[in-house]
């Protein structure tokens, strides 16, 4: 009679997929049902952010807008990093741009890269083709670190150097 034995075999455990990752892009068609699940709300989302961006003097002379103040600079007295991003995106949306740099030195790019990602994501929504990519633990954390590196600079460009602008 043959004898079961329960015995545990270690095996070398495989990298973890987020370690093994590599820096790759490549386009996809998605389904239908795909699309509208991931690419649609962000469209709308970046769509509603753009249109905002032209709306709000319109809405805020017909008091149908909010002003909500930033906590951080309630508080403190010292804008944050985010601080005159809307008034920047507004002042870009109306061609305003010595006034859009005065409010933030990122919002003008940031509006016309906002643009950019609703166009591609409305041609990704109508077209079926979307661009994947993935990257590797490496270049995660450069962008992640340029990102926060470029806004704390112009946070210091805007307290050191432009103190009427806020």
């Known amino acids: 009679m043959a004898q079961v034995i329960d015995a545990e075999v270690a095996l070398p455990l495989p990298?973890?997929?987020?370690?093994?990752?590599?820096t790759r892009i490549w386009v996809e068609r998605s389904t239908l049902d795909s699309r509208l699940k991931k690419e649609a709300p962000l469209f709308v989302l970046t769509?509603?952010?753009?249109?905002?961006?032209?709306?709000l003097p319109t809405l805020q002379a017909h008091h149908a807008w909010i002003?909500?103040?930033c906590i951080f600079h309630s508080l403190t007295g010292v804008p944050c990093l985010a601080c005159g991003l809307t008034r920047s995106y507004v002042f870009t949306a109306h061609g305003n741009f010595a006034s859009?740099?005065?409010m933030h030195l990122l919002g003008p790019l940031m509006f016309f890269a906002t643009c950019g990602v609703a166009?591609?994501?409305a041609t990704s929504v109508v077209s079926g083709y979307r661009i994947r990519y993935t990257l590797s633990k490496h270049w995660r954390r450069m962008a992640f670190w340029s990102v926060l590196g470029l806004f704390l600079v112009c946070w210091g460009i805007k307290l050191v150097f432009m103190k009427g602008s806020w």
């Open 15 to 22: 990298p973890s997929t987020r370690d093994a990752v590599k």
């Open 67 to 69: 002003n909500v103040p």
């Open 119 to 121: 166009a591609y994501l």
């Open 100 to 102: 859009a740099f005065n």
């Open 47 to 55: 769509a509603a952010v753009v249109a905002l961006s032209f709306l």
